[in-house]
């Protein structure tokens, strides 16, 4: 079982940047791929980021290449979400994923949650 408890969430205005971080507990981190999914109200959740174990391979969602970066540090078992270039469609709670066990980008495919960190974009 794994822990995940996201924070760096919050209020910033459009073209500024956000740094999320997930840290892991329990049987923990570098065993898993690591991901970001968000959600906006009424819609369904969307697939971001996503790392494998050792943090030698990336994956993105095509809204947010070149803008967000992902990274992991397993001897502490978080990984992050560098936010840049920060838009009004990036507005959603952004949860932390472990534990993929197919497709990245697939919800579907994750083991473990965590609560999500609310971000909002103001124009």
């Known amino acids: 079982q794994v822990q995940l408890v996201e924070s760096g969430g919050g209020l910033v205005q459009t073209g500024g940047s956000l740094r999320l971080s997930c840290a892991a507990s329990?049987?923990?981190?570098?065993?898993?791929?690591m991901g970001w999914f968000r959600r906006v109200p009424g819609k369904e959740r969307e697939f971001v980021a996503a790392?494998?174990?050792?943090?030698?391979?990336?994956h993105y969602a095509r809204s947010v290449k070149g803008r967000f970066t992902i990274s992991r540090d397993n001897a502490k078992n978080t990984v992050s979400l560098q936010m840049n270039s920060l838009n009004a469609e990036d507005t959603a709670i952004y949860s932390c994923a472990a534990g993929a066990l197919f497709s990245f980008s697939v919800e579907g495919s994750w083991r473990y949650w965590g609560q999500g960190t609310q971000v909002t974009v103001s124009a």
């Open positions: 790392i494998d174990r050792d943090g030698s391979s990336f």
């Open positions: 329990g049987r923990t981190g570098s065993t898993y791929a």
